[in-house]
């Protein structure tokens, strides 16, 4: 039987169309876990700690899939390496030149005030989808 969480990613994944594999189930599962916005490499090595065992190129075709399915984000870092999110709910992410991390910063009164401008200010035709706020520190 399957845990909840387990089922929870399934769930995620079969919803945007896709077929979940035990290899798209474990890649989400650890990224979903992750805080640090890891890079494919970084990812690799947390899913290799954990147990799964997969080649570098799947995880790539894992994450490029679900980044264009909306189930993750795609972030460059500092140094232009892309960085993966899981978390797309409306988050700043703020960029640390010193040691090249990502952390989030959540407030929700910051997406009602952008979602509010944004309501009336975008010409009637254009409806916002998703918005992305990154400060640079």
């Known amino acids: 039987m399957k845990s909840k969480k387990i089922q929870m990613y399934t769930d995620m994944i ?4 896709l077929k ?15 805080t640090s916005h890891p890079s494919a490499d970084m990812l690799m090595e947390a899913i290799e700690n954990q147990g799964y065992v997969m080649s570098v190129g799947t995880i790539y075709n894992i994450l490029e899939t679900f980044s264009e399915k909306g ?4 972030l460059k870092d500092n140094q232009e390496v892309m960085r993966f999110d899981a978390n797309t ?3 700043v992410h703020i ?3 010193e040691n090249n991390g990502i952390c989030d910063y959540f407030d929700p009164e910051l997406e009602i005030l952008l979602s509010d401008y944004f309501k009336n200010k975008l010409p ?10 990154s400060l640079f520190a």
């Open 124 to 133: 009637d035709d254009v409806s916002l989808n998703r918005m992305e706020v």
């Open 20 to 34: 979940a594999t035990p290899q798209r189930i474990s890649v989400l599962k650890v990224l979903s876990e992750m």
């Open 14 to 17: 079969r919803s945007v169309g």
């Open 89 to 91: 709910q409306f988050h």
């Open 71 to 74: 189930l993750i984000l795609k």
């Open 95 to 97: 960029y640390n030149k």
